[in-house]
């Protein structure tokens, strides 16, 4: 059969509510800027441009200047056209949001947002806000240091240690992006905390990416889940330069095939149903500012995009690739040539220093940098940075129709007081969490029915403490699974609220979001985001085995900016609930791929105090003691493990365990030895699974023997951090420590820091200690395996105590 004979058949997309737009259509209708305007943006720009090279070659040699420079002039548009914002109230709930998803982008950040307050400083200096809340040209002297810099001009200005990556203790900057896609959905969460506070009149939040920052996976799925929650605050701004750090054509263009993918930025959003607005020329200001008019005044109830077609590089002397994370050698004839622009343009002059061409030494950064007359050291170098911000300074003050911009900042703020945005009837009032005195981790609700005897699953009373939460806060919860809503209990989130899955346009009472399908990279990032808004809190689901590795990321990056803002402004962090459900060997039908008893050592350790927080609950009447006390103590990450399978309250008064509140503590004695005896031992549990085999089958063996035992529990090893050290002390001393055996359905590395000694380590329990990944089948068959069935641990205890 000759196939050559059978010709393609047409293909279009199906119906979409997101529309395309060409720019050089819409600019024969609405041309927001004339040409003197146009002109004062050029010198703007020039000006914005240098502060980039300047700051690449001061840090020194570190940055990104190719995609600062390349944005520049659409993000110039932003800020000073079309955003709404108070500029004297940079953390304002109702201001428009402009997020740097393109988190590499820093460098054109702070050098845009330090030239806007020089600007304001030069001519409107009352609207200034408090140093705190401002970013002067003395902070850009932090670019790229450590807090713990102690060179004298940053000492003297109280300078700010800026990030390398934005993070919120810059003001404007709301969350910290710049790992691998996640600056995408966290931006997305913003737009959605946003529009489920304030409702259509929601802040904008103008997204900066590149199409480099697009390709991985979940941006896609966050451009999944905006069009179909309809988060029509956002307008996605996007740097089609073509270049990343590897490639100078990363999408199709035209009929040659992209080096990384085979769509434009324009595509991909046309595919998501997103609105779509073409600029062919991303340089051109009367095309730029039209688009975001434009985009501004959509009204379909869709998110936006708008593609820019600009040079990585443009003017810098180093265009495409090569200026993506590189630039001109520090204070090199290059550097020199690419400021001349700016001294021609203002009839200033640079400092500027000669090489010895043989003499070379390591500056702070351990890279070789050129000597120069006199002693050049770091704070010599310093001070000539200094001296160069101090030209652009005067060169600012000195040209009086920058006045234009300072007057463009206040118009913004009038902008904003017309619309007066105020929060949406019946709106989420996540403050009542934390103010009702009901709420306590001491006692469960009545209405959660936790009673001793009956059957439930951890995760279902997860599911309904949240619920129970939710109704109290009026909707302060949001809840989104892997596909797997009812299968891990998280619809119960959403219960007593609208049915179905969030819409901002048509569902906006519903509390249960779709966020891509199985989708769990975007997931944690977008509940981030919507966690940083801080008005609600968002609860990502899925399996352990998948979520606390794929999640990792997104939390990391929430834990630090929340961190940074708390060390700026104050406050509490921003939580949100990373939920492990299905958790450790008894998913054992599953299989191993399923059946992770890995999860817990991804978290448990790896943030700094009071970042991450994780709950190991080991039966249905600890979750919400354990979750009340987590969420009291306002972690940037809860992470609850629960287990799967139907499991029994266990009625500890009658097994003579302690009540379940003892377990806000973190690690608890579930039963005392009697002192006046020969104490046998103390043995240490952790885990659902391997604990519900003790307690029930092991335990009972025990005293029926008469053997008396210590049995600890660890619930949380971080609520347990928390506590005084003396308490700590009191409840697991080191002399138990070392003698004690340790039983965990986790992996070993979870379990050794409560277990000292060398023997001690040796005979913990744990699901690889036959070395191998566990089989498929029930959970008592998979505990059976590991030897983590009541019999194996019978046998393994009793060695313990007879040795």
Known sequence: MDITKI????????????????????????????????????????????????????????????????????????????????????????????????????????????????IMRAFISSELPDEKNQLRFEDLLGFRRNPTNDTPLFVKFKSKALDG??????????????????????????????????????????????????????????????????????????????????????????????????WTPLELAYLHDFNVIYVDDGKDFAKVSAAQAFAKQLNNGMPTAIMYRTIKGWKYGIEGRGSHGAGHKFCSPEYYAYL??????FGVKFPKYEAKPT??????????????????????????????????????????????????????????????????????????????????????????????????????????????????????FMGVAADLLGSTSVNLVGEGFQNGFYNAVDNPDSRILAIGGICEDAMGAMMAGLGAYGKNIGVSSSYGAFISAMEHTDARLHGIGEQSKVERYGGFYNTWILINAHAGLKTGEDGPTHADPQCLQLLQGNFPNGIMITLTPWEPGEVWNLLIAGLMKHPAVLS?????????????????????????????????????????????????GVTIEFITKVLPRLDKEGFNINVFYVSSSEL????????????????????????????????????????????????????????????????????????????????????
């Open 7 to 118: 010709k393609p058949s047409a293909f279009t997309l199906g119906p979409r509510r997101g529309q395309y737009y060409d720019v050089n259509d819409i600019i024969k209708h609405l041309s927001p800027l004339q040409k003197e305007e146009v002109e004062k943006f050029e010198k703007l720009d020039l000006i914005y441009r240098t502060l980039c090279g300047v700051l690449y070659n001061f840090v020194p040699t570190s940055g990104h200047p190719g995609g600062s420079i390349s944005s520049g002039r659409f993000v110039e548009s932003v800020v000073y056209k079309t955003a709404d914002y108070d500029f004297n109230k940079p953390r304002a709930d109702e201001n428009d949001m402009v997020v740097y998803a393109a988190g590499h982008k820093a460098m054109g950040l702070y050098s845009m947002y330090a030239l806007r307050n020089e």
């Open 165 to 262: 990556h934005p993070t919120p203790g810059t003001p404007f900057v709301k969350v910290a992006t710049g790992a691998s896609g996640v600056g995408v959905p966290a931006s997305f969460g913003l737009a959605l905390g946003a529009i489920d506070l304030f409702g259509k009149d929601a802040p904008k939040v103008h997204v900066v990416e590149g199409e480099g920052g697009m390709t991985p996976g979940r941006v896609s799925e966050a451009f999944a889940a905006a069009s179909a929650m309809r988060l029509h605050n956002i307008i996605m701004h996007i740097d089609f330069n073509q270049a990343s750090i590897d490639s100078n054509r990363v999408c199709r263009d035209g009929e040659l095939k992209g080096d990384y993918v085979q």
């Open 640 to 688: 609850p493990f629960v287990t799967r399978p139907n499991e029994t309250i266990v009625d500890r008064k009658a097994m003579n365990l302690a009540p379940a509140s003892e377990s806000v503590k973190g690690l608890y004695a579930l039963r005392k030895a009697d002192p006046k005896s020969k104490v046998d031992g103390s043995i240490v549990l952790q885990e659902s």
């Open 720 to 803: 347990f951090d928390m506590l005084p050290e003396a308490e700590r002390n009191s409840i697991y001393p080191s002399s138990i420590a070392e003698t004690a055996m340790g039983i965990t359905g986790f992996t070993l590395p979870t379990m050794r820091r409560w277990i000292t000694s060398y023997e001690g380590r040796k005979r913990i329990l744990h699901p690889f200690r036959g070395n191998c990944f566990l089989g498929s089948g029930t959970a008592e068959s998979v505990l059976h395996q590991a030897g983590l069935d009541g019999d194996g641990i019978y046998k393994d205890v009793i060695a313990y105590i007879k040795k």
């Open 340 to 345: 001349s622009e700016f001294e021609n343009a």
């Open 359 to 476: 003499d070379v030494l390591k500056n702070e950064f351990g890279a070789m940098v050129p000597t120069f007359a006199g002693d050049w050291n770091r704070i010599n170098m310093e001070k000539n940075y200094w001296d160069t911000l101090l030209i652009i300074r005067d060169v600012i003050a000195n040209n009086k129709d920058l006045k234009y911009f300072a007057d463009a900042i206040l118009d913004s703020k009038k902008r904003l007081n017309t619309i007066n945005r105020k929060p949406r009837e019946n709106h989420a009032e996540l403050e009542k969490l934390y103010s009702d005195k009901t709420i306590s981790d001491a006692k469960a609700p009545e209405e959660l029915k936790i009673v001793p005897g009956s059957v439930t699953t951890l995760r279902a009373v997860l599911g309904s403490s949240l619920g129970y939460l939710n109704k109290k806060t009026n909707g302060g």
